[in-house]
């Protein structure tokens, strides 16, 4: 099985940016497609963005594209989601999961992390 480590969340002011991190152990993220989803203060969790092993095929929330970039390094087992133009409304627990199907990282995953907190401030 694979374990997943999120960093780099925090607290930003709105327009800032971020750089997510998710460090894999355990396998080889090779194996997998992988993906952020994100839960904010009373909400329910949410698709955010998707990464195919190759890092050929990426898919994202509809809102989202053009803020956030989902990306990986095969060779350093890291996963990574650059987050820009930051809004309130991005407050969220930031997760990162995988799953051996990319078609199954958006639908629900098998591995997660313990997520990471990011907090933009207005």
């Known amino acids: 099985q694979v374990q997943l480590v999120e960093s780099g969340g925090g607290l930003v002011q709105a327009g800032g940016s971020l750089r997510l991190s998710c460090a894999a152990s355990g396998r080889t993220i090779r194996d997998y497609a992988m993906g952020w989803f994100r839960q904010g203060p009373g909400k329910e969790r949410e698709f955010v963005a998707a990464?195919?092993?190759?890092?050929?095929?990426?898919i994202y929330l509809d809102p989202l594209k053009g803020r956030f970039t989902i990306s990986r390094n095969n060779a350093e087992n890291t996963m990574y989601l650059q987050m820009n133009s930051l809004k309130p409304e991005d407050t969220a627990v930031y997760y990162c999961?995988?799953?051996?199907?990319?078609?199954?990282?958006?639908?629900?995953?098998?591995?997660w992390g313990q997520g990471t907190q990011v907090t933009v401030s207005s």
């Open positions: 999961a995988a799953d051996s199907k990319f078609s199954a990282v958006r639908a629900g995953p098998d591995y």
């Open positions: 990464i195919s092993w190759s890092g050929a095929d990426t």
